[in-house]
């Protein structure tokens, strides 16, 4: 099984983090950010990754550092658990309707750091999280995990679902791109020969 584990510990956070790509979904998550909980849960599930976070940050300020810190981590798991990314399908793809809204994710595991952010989400707030975290999140994702990561909302009115369904695409074209393709398994997916 290709798992990873992730301690960080700054001025800001303390997370713990652990990760399973061939798992069921099961997760364990506590990040003191409750629509980031619900966001992480929504990728562990849908991706079929097994996933434990845990993070004391500084709430108080705001969920800014929490957000950013487990984005970091999350992106060091899938880095560290993909290794030289051998045999990988590499490529994902993801459409997901969620009520009135529709996300698509494309996305290349390439080794190269490229976020292209196309959501439009209308409120400054869900709850209590600002909706522009979802950006850093996805920001220090891409930075830890280098990948071409590419989201897009085609339709969508409720910022709840727009974020939703962005997380749903996500984990789901992650759960293509990371699986082990038994045709290549033990080749590198580039032609170049390295990832």
Same mark, same amino acid.
């Given at each position: 099984?290709r798992?990873?584990t992730i301690n960080r510990?700054?001025?800001?956070?303390?997370?713990s983090?652990s990760l399973?790509?061939e798992?069921t979904g099961?997760?364990n998550i506590?990040t003191?950010? /409750?629509?980031l909980?619900?966001m992480?849960?929504?990728?562990?599930?849908?991706? =079929?990754?097994?996933?434990d976070? =845990?993070?004391?940050?500084?709430?108080?300020?705001?969920?800014?550092?929490?957000?950013?810190d487990v984005?970091?981590?999350?992106?060091?798991a899938f880095?560290k658990?993909?290794?030289?990314?051998k /045999?990988?399908?590499?490529?994902?793809?993801?459409?997901?309707?969620?009520?009135?809204?529709?996300?698509l994710?494309?996305l290349?595991?390439?080794?190269?750091a490229?976020l292209n952010?196309g959501l439009?989400?209308?409120?400054q707030?869900?709850g209590?999280f600002d909706?522009?975290?979802?950006?850093?999140?996805f920001?220090?994702f891409? =930075?830890?995990?280098p990948?071409?990561?590419?989201?897009?909302?085609?339709? /969508?009115?409720?910022?709840h679902?727009?974020?939703e /369904?962005?997380?749903?695409?996500f984990?789901?074209?992650?759960?293509?791109?990371?699986?082990?393709?038994e045709?290549?398994?033990?080749?590198?997916?580039?032609?170049?020969?390295?990832l």
């Amino acid at each position: 099984m290709r798992t990873a584990t992730i301690n960080r510990k700054t001025a800001e956070t303390d997370i713990s983090l652990s990760l399973a790509l061939e798992g069921t979904g099961k997760h364990n998550i506590d990040t003191g950010c /409750g629509f980031l909980d619900h966001m992480l849960t929504l990728f562990a599930v849908h991706g =079929r990754f097994n996933l434990d976070v =845990r993070c004391i940050g500084d709430t108080h300020v705001d969920d800014h550092h929490t957000v950013e810190d487990v984005g970091i981590c999350l992106g060091e798991a899938f880095t560290k658990a993909l290794a030289d990314k051998k /045999g990988i399908t590499r490529y994902g793809f993801m459409a997901v309707a969620m009520d009135e809204a529709l996300l698509l994710c494309a996305l290349d595991i390439s080794g190269r750091a490229s976020l292209n952010y196309g959501l439009r989400v209308p409120t400054q707030k869900v709850g209590t999280f600002d909706t522009e975290l979802t950006l850093e999140f996805f920001e220090a994702f891409v =930075r830890a995990c280098p990948m071409s990561l590419h989201l897009k909302q085609e339709a /969508g009115k409720n910022s709840h679902h727009i974020i939703e /369904g962005a997380f749903k695409a996500f984990g789901r074209a992650m759960k293509i791109a990371v699986k082990i393709d038994e045709q290549t398994k033990d080749e590198i997916p580039s032609s170049k020969g390295v990832l």
